[in-house]
Every structure is written in C-alpha cells, then in structure tokens.
C-alpha cells in the first residue's frame, strides 16, 4: 500500500470518529453518550499545566505584519472540508530571524501559519492537478513523477505571501500564496506595515 493511500485511510479514519455531523456528513460514525478525559497522544491522562502568569492577564500578541517570509513544512495532516472534500493541513513555520525585530519577542519560537488549500487530488479534477504541480514545484521538488508522497514535503521550504484576514472578527496572518523560496521578498517591518529592508 502506498505512503499516501495510506494517509488517505488515516485522514478518513480520523474523519469518522470526529464531533457527530447531524447534517449526515464527515464525522457520521462519531460516538454519542460516551464521555472521554482528556489525554495525550500516548492514551495517558492529561496532567496539570503550570502557567508563569494568570490566564487573564494574557493579551493578544501583534499579527505577523504583511510581506513575503521563507517558511519550512513541519507538519501535514489529511483533513475533510464541511463539503466533504479532503485536502492537505500544512503546517508552516517561519523562524523568528524571518520575522521583524519590534516583534520577535512574540514569536521566539517562529510564526506558524497553516495552508489548507491545496486538495488532495482524485485523478479528475484537473484544476486540482494543477494546484498542486505548482505547489511541488513551489517547493522545489519535481514534478515530473506519476507518484505523490507528501512525507518529501516535510522540511521543504518555500515563499508565503502573508495577507490579513478575518476570523470571528480578529484580524489575523493568513498565507495567500505559497512560491518558490529563492524568490523570497525582505521581510516585512510594523513600521510601514509592508515589506522592509533586512
């Protein structure tokens, strides 16, 4: 079985067992009448966590200003759409020395910014084909193969182009496109709001 009709088959496994659609979609075999403690990823119960300050007092940290950053793939996870579409969750981060000095402070451990557009394809949908030709490409891999095995994704960098957006009414950072990371822009300055000089 390949690598990625395997994650296929986890992404849909994890799909089945999510919150109850009453709508009949993703999440239809989700159980009911069950409750679960929270644990981790080993199955162990979740301990105590020890915060250096009250919750309260924690304000929102400055958005990630507007500009191009040279990001790394450290995480894909197989999702499914409310329409029922699956697509790949990436997981970039930006490294702190990618980010403006005014608010590094904020992002000690870099920026993480995830692009959920590119769909996992079927072998129909040629718009989708092509999504991701230019997104193996944009990482710098070749497209030239009959075969797709996101684990080579992991690591690969590439050029977001970082917009603002809108999320139940906040503003946040959010990637409008993924490109080539030779290509990369100086990074963006609170100052002007834009790109600034390194």
Partial sequence: MSKLRTLLMLGMAGAC??????????????????????????GEPMGIIELDEELSSIEKPPELPVGSYVGEIQDIQVQTSGKGNQYFAIKFVISP???????????????VLYWN???????????????????????????????????EWMGQKAKLRVVHGKF????????????PAEKAAPKASTARGSRGKK
Wanted: charged share 30%.
């Fill in 97 to 111: 020395e990618e980010i403006a000095p005014d608010i590094q402070e904020h992002y000690e451990e870099g920026a």
């Fill in 17 to 42: 067992f999510g919150p109850v659609d009453r709508a009949g979609g993703a999440g239809r075999f989700g159980m009911t009448g069950v409750t679960f403690a929270p644990s981790d990823e080993a």
């Fill in 117 to 151: 557009r590119q769909i996992v394809p079927t072998g129909k949908d040629r718009r989708a084909l092509f999504n991701l030709r230019k997104f193996v490409e944009a990482l710098g891999l070749s497209s030239d193969t009959k075969e797709i095995d996101p684990n």
């Fill in 168 to 179: 139940n009414g906040d503003v946040r950072a959010e990637i409008k496109a993924v490109e």
